[in-house]
């Protein structure tokens, strides 16, 4: 079945420096793929989002290609600041379009 | 608007009790689901709804029930409370389903099971 893998945490950085968190995907046909933040206490939200192949998600400084050919959909940040502290989930919708499939989460914290 | 309201944030439960988690949404959107989240890991599916009067299930739907009688609400009930079952729960709509949609979240039910 559909699944994503995010890569584990935590991740510990220091402000201004530069963020990667890789996601890979395994899906049948085409899915919608999307970054999820979690800030503590709260319910996830959209940070961004891609639809087709190629598309580039954007978003309060993040950003995240989809890229087919490798089945990845890693997010990125130039700078980190300390309220970017926070879980981070990558999604896709199973090719039946109602099921958001989830990773494991990855958790972000930001040293000042 | 308020989005995704659940209730209660906080409960405990004894082994055996029941209880229901109330999920209401205010954006008039016809697509409902609720999630469970185990420490560390993903957020699973459990049931989900494509309008009132359908529901059906999702990944880890025993131990569960729900109904769907009004656009608006999307009750989660536990009938026979297990420590497994101790987790934070998730509610959340999307306008017109999953597909290429947002989905919209509640603040989440922190159950604990003893």
């Known amino acids: 079945g559909d699944s994503v893998t995010q890569m584990e945490g935590p991740v510990t950085l220091s402000e201004e420096a530069f963020l990667t968190i890789n996601c890979t995907y395994t899906?049948?046909?085409?899915?919608?793929l999307f970054w999820y933040v979690q800030y503590p206490g709260e319910g996830l939200q959209l940070l961004l989002k891609?639809?087709?192949?190629?598309d580039k998600g954007s978003n309060k400084g993040f950003e995240a290609t989809y890229r087919k050919e490798t089945t990845s959909f890693h997010l990125e940040k130039g700078s980190v600041q300390v309220s970017d502290s926070a879980v981070y989930f990558c999604a896709l919708i199973d090719t039946g379009g109602f099921k958001t499939i989830f990773g494991a989460g990855t958790r972000l914290f930001v040293k000042a | 608007n308020a989005g995704v309201t659940q209730t209660p944030k906080f409960r405990i439960l004894k082994i055996g009790q029941s209880m229901t988690l109330q999920c209401t949404q205010d954006?008039?959107?016809?697509?409902m689901y609720w999630y469970r989240q185990d420490p560390g890991m993903g957020l699973k599916l459990i049931y989900y709804?494509?309008?009132?009067?359908?529901?059906d299930k999702g990944e880890v739907p025993n131990g569960y029930n729900v109904s769907r009688s009004t656009t608006e609400d999307f009750p989660l009930r536990l009938e026979l409370a297990a420590p497994s079952q101790t987790s934070v729960y998730f509610c959340?709509?999307?306008?017109?389903?999953?597909?290429?949609?947002?989905?919209?979240f509640g603040p989440g039910t922190r159950l604990l099971v003893l």
């Open positions: 891609a639809t087709k192949a190629d």
């Open positions: 954006m008039n959107h016809n697509y």
């Open positions: 709804s494509v309008g009132a009067g359908i529901t």
């Open positions: 959340a709509s999307s306008p017109q389903g999953a597909l290429g949609e947002t989905q919209y």
């Open positions: 899906a049948t046909g085409y899915p919608s």
